[in-house]
Nanobody
Framework: QVQLVESGGGLVQAGGSLRLSCAAS????????????MGWFRQAPGKERDFVAA????????RYSDSVKGRFTISRDNAANTVYLQMNSLKPEDTARYYC?????????????????WGRGTQVTVSS
């Protein structure tokens, strides 16, 4: 089993910044964190969970949703078994619970169904 724990959420004013962290432990079918595609998703009350960002196992490829591109940056430190989401220029519409997820697929994916393991999320609230 793979365990994911998010941290770094909180309440900030519009225009502010936060950095979310996701610490991973365990293995999936003998594969270490180094081999996982990692992603961030978010869900606001009453809405579906949406893709935010993803990063390949080696960090060479990243993808972002249109709503966060240019403001958010995903990164990873495989030696520390950790993935990050740096969020700058936050807007009230960024308010949501943010989830870290891991995929054992060999190709970077943005599809929620391809992510096998999920954290419990961390709340981000942006005030106007």
């Amino acid at each position: 089993q793979v365990q994911l724990v998010e941290s770094g959420g909180g309440l900030v004013q519009a225009g502010g910044s936060l950095r979310l962290s996701c610490a991973a432990s365990g293995r999936a079918s003998g594969r270490a964190f180094t081999t996982y595609t990692m992603g961030w998703f978010r869900q606001a009350p009453g809405k579906e969970r949406d893709f935010v960002a993803a990063i390949s196992w080696d960090g060479a490829a990243t993808r972002y949703s249109d709503s966060v591109k240019g403001r958010f940056t995903i990164s990873r430190d495989n030696a520390a078994n950790t993935v990050y989401l740096q969020m700058n220029s936050l807007k009230p519409e960024d308010t949501a619970r943010y989830y870290c997820a891991a995929s054992t697929t060999v190709v970077l994916t943005t599809e929620e169904a391809n992510y096998n393991y999920w954290g419990r999320g961390t709340q981000v609230t942006v005030s106007s």
